[in-house]
């Protein structure tokens, strides 16, 4: 059971708390912004080279199907900042406050954990996305078997429902 009263994990003077807030500011800005740009930068590598060998098409026609073709590169950055948000916006709203309710304490909770929802889902987040990358682990022990699994779940629903 959660018990009323302050929730703090430190408290710290008024410059170490200024330091903190830039701090937790950075570092779960600086993974977004690096994947972002990244994924910006290769994509106008990518159009430039295909700009110079495709002449009847325009870099901007070029980008908008890249963009089409490759939407899931977008999926990894933008889950990155959502799952960051929460924790860094009651990270900063209720930091070393009363918490009375009990919705503000499972707030703070939730948010903390959903924050941690990027690394837990890895695998939807990069893998599945991707058509190359899921083909290459289906050819892979652990996908081949799981695989095997799916397609066995999915025979046995096809035949309750022939049966009906």
Request: aromatic letters at 14%; proline letters at 4%; a positive charge.
């Amino acid at each position: 059971m959660l018990k009323k009263g302050t929730w703090c994990v430190t408290n710290y003077s008024e410059p170490l708390k200024i330091y903190n807030q830039i701090n937790t500011f950075i570092h779960y800005l600086v993974p977004f912004l690096l994947n972002f740009i990244c994924t910006i930068y290769l994509t106008i590598l990518i159009v430039r080279s295909r700009a110079n060998v495709d002449k009847t098409k325009t870099r901007l026609q070029l980008l908008y199907e890249h963009l089409k073709k490759k939407k899931e590169i977008f999926v990894p950055s933008i889950m990155i900042i959502l799952s960051a948000l929460p924790q860094l916006i009651i990270s900063f709203s209720l930091a070393c406050t009363e918490l009375d309710t009990k919705w503000e304490r499972y707030l703070l909770i939730t948010a903390y954990f959903f924050s941690y929802s990027p690394q837990m889902l890895t695998f939807h987040l990069y893998v599945a996305p991707s058509t190359f990358f899921l083909t290459e682990f289906y050819l892979t022990n652990i996908g081949a078997k799981l695989k095997q699994k799916m397609n066995i779940k999915h025979q046995q629903k096809l035949n309750i429902k022939s049966k009906k």
